[in-house]
């Protein structure tokens, strides 16, 4: 949707580790109507931010609470089904996104694998829905068969 009142918008997908990319428009007949080269290589701390979207930049169909999603029966789910070495990897993103500290990845690493499913979830849903956001974000990227299974989509 374009327009006087409307910002043309769209959403690109990109792998992780992608650090450039040339965005191109094309019209109907394959002409290049616009063209921009994007750096994706900014601060940890910006990037700490730019993965908590802000509310009113949710899509209506996400705005349910992230932290409703992960309750119940996803979260039994969750705690059951996620492997130790998703659990890791999860940690390691939840620090690096600066979503939890240092001492709770510590205190949650040396527990055994439900609890440390239960201390992650839990962690994070007393952190809100932002919060929820970046770790259902994580489990996508990491595992993505297991975000498909609990419908987190």
């Not at 997908?13 to 394959?30: A, E, I, N, P, S």
């Not at 509310?55 to 209506?60: C, Q």
């Not at 809100?128 to 996508?140: K, Y």
Request: charged share 30%.
């Amino acid at each position: 949707m374009f327009g006087p009142d409307y910002d043309p918008t769209f959403e690109v997908c990109l792998k992780t580790r992608t650090k450039r990319v040339v965005l191109k428009v094309q019209d109907q007949d394959g002409n290049v109507v616009w063209k921009r080269r994007v750096s994706l290589a900014v601060p940890r701390r910006e990037m700490s931010q730019r993965n908590v979207p802000a509310e009113d930049r949710v899509p209506a169909e996400d705005r349910v609470p992230a932290d409703q999603r992960l309750s119940g029966s996803v979260r039994t789910q969750f705690i059951n089904r996620v492997s130790q070495a998703v659990l890791d990897q999860l940690l390691d993103k939840l620090l690096e996104w600066e979503v939890i500290t240092y001492s709770e990845m510590t205190s949650a690493r040396v527990k055994p694998q439900f609890e440390k499913a239960r201390e992650v979830v839990d962690t994070v849903q007393r952190k809100g829905a932002a919060a929820c956001r970046v770790l259902i974000n994580a489990l996508r990227e990491i595992d993505p068969y297991l975000y498909r299974e609990l419908d987190l989509s």
